[in-house]
């Protein structure tokens, strides 16, 4: 990869192409404004150089490359100087008319003034490298456009704010301090320490312990809201299962009729479940079908439920478990399932009962999705199951991305291994500060305080070019 200097001015067009209301064009660096007063008319004549910061005004992008001055487009522009903007550079941003043309020219003109092409999410490194915000924080950016529910735009603004960088700081901190002491006394055997001082550093070793197997805990949740959980729906041809993905969609996405072997392929919709993002995916009824089209359908339903996260396992509640659906229960045995009784406006009550019994009861549920009834109660127990019934309201910071998981765990190792050592009485102080020292390595990966160039290239070209 070629590395550009960080003190070039730099440009992107930051709306997406295509057509829209407006679109932005912005710079970053000491030349921002000085580009803007070749490009810029104000309608009052001031140069952007000369704007006061924070102040927005009306003109026109003008082209003089060829001596006569043509208008380009009636814009807005607005000047934030450093330290205070989003780079903690001077910034111009301008507002111009939507669509791919005025963009274009306005970037283009920018280029030739003297800026350089921005790289994806180089505006974000840049606040990073100029410490205005911390590297989880600059992910959580990414994470916020991403957002698939408002679960995970709450998490993803929870980092942005610093909620989980604070804390991480917090336990960083704490940890260099237990090391500070740990160093200090390095010089004399550990049972020639005091017994209070010994035990004061144990609790604050427990403490820190607890506090980051805490932190590496959340990654359970808080990968949820941010990659989705894959659920599918599993089940013998006929039983609704395509009813139940429209029904829980909203809208008639699948084909649904009394002919069975009507769905042939998998089919994978995003629904937001009190805020949870669900990659909702319905399956070719599993059978032993002689049609090749269908046994193609069998084959992928096979190989989502290898991925899935959870299995939504459909039964016809007005008739007996019979071979096919025992064949699908065996497919599924060890998946984290939940059972839906479909149909049960059908069905005898003694029968749903029955049925029932087969399984446990807090993962099973009887709906009809002709008569919409019961979908209440299926929603949360698919909610309940996916976040363990615990998540949600809760506060605190919540990890869940995986880099951050990773260095989290690595750091709760260290820990442990430190208090193992210390928890045996009379263990090597030398020891524990190599532990220590680690986990404080990998706890300023996260923030990115130890972090090299190559790990930063590699979070940085994920960003959208212009953020
Ligand atoms: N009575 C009744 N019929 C249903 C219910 N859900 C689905 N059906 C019908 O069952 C048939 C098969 O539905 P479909 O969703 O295509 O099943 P799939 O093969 O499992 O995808 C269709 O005729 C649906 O209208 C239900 O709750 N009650
Ligand atoms: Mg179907």
Redesign the pocket.
Known sequence: MVRHSTEDTIVAISTPMGEGGIGIVRLSGDKATGIADKIFKAKDGRKPSRFTTYTVHYGHVIDTRSGSAKVIDEVLLTVMKAPKSYTKEDIVEINCHGGIQAVKRIMELALECGARMAEPGEFTKRAFLNGRIDLVQAEAVLDVIRAKTEGSLKVAVGQLEGELSKTVNDIREEIINIAAEIEASIDFPEEELELSKRNELANKMNDVTQRLGGLVKSYDNGMIFREGVLAIIC?K????????MNLLLKRDR?????I?G??RDAVEEMISLNGIPIRLV?TA?ISDTKDILEKEGVKKSKKYLKLSDIVIL?LDASAPIGKADKDIIDLVAGKKKLVVL?????AKKENICKLKEKFRADTVVG?????KNNIAALEKTIHNMVLGGSFGQGEGAVVSNARHKDALDKAYRSMLSVKREFDKGGGSFETAAIDLKDAIFYLGLVIGKSVSDDILDRIFSRFCIGK
Do not use: A, F
């Open positions: 089940g041809p006929n039983v609704g299962k395509s009813s139940l699948v084909i649904v009729s009394p069975p009507t769905t319905d009824g459909m479909n149909k049960t406006d059908l709906i009809s999705v002709k008569n």
